[in-house]
């Protein structure tokens, strides 16, 4: 089988080569939009780096008895929160309700950290997927109530363009949550969820940074549009 350190340079090439053709699609954009597709961008370029750094053996931590992969979990870190983060900023919500979900994401990367490194067995195994699982759940509650009131003030075109990236970070990170309980049963061999791992960071990082670049015409045009006009629900109200 294939080494994962191998596997792992591998895919940092991959990203390295996504970033370069990102940053050349960019310079073609134009309008506000263009902020979320810089930060996208940001988070593959981020784990060129940090699949570099983890293929050649650089960043892993002894632990309380385990170990940590730093490089993997700033990186997880830093990018499933922020791809939460510009979901919810696509809805227009609130600072408050940014705060809450990304918060959510890191206590649930760091919970997934503790048992994967060998930090915890058994019983604090089991809280820590506990978190996990729980912690989408009550993501998800989020994204259906307050941020999608606050979503439904946008313009028809940016609340769809807010859905679709809503629904797909949802599901890469469920498909994510069962790849970690899988990895913490010890099911499958170490070369089969090293792939797995590395397919779904490509699916998450390199998938929704191409969706937001596709679409950044219509968020920069509607974030321009709404300096100068009402949300549509203050429309409505007023209509009323």
Known sequence: MIPSTTMYLGAAAVYAVAFLLLAGWYRRLDGAGTRLCAAAAGFVGLSAVAYAAMGLGLG???VAGGVVDVPNLVDDMITYSGLYAITVVLAGASMRWLLTVTGIVAIQRLSFALPNGGIVDGTGMLVAAGIVVAGWFVVVAIFAKPVWRAALDQS????????KCRNLVVFLFAMLIVYALIALSGMLTEFLLTSLNIYIDFLMRIGVAAFLFANAGKIGAHEDTDRDSPPVGARSAAAD
Do not use: A, S
């Open 156 to 163: 028809p075109e940016r609340r769809l363009v807010h859905w």
């Open 60 to 62: 892993t931590v002894p």
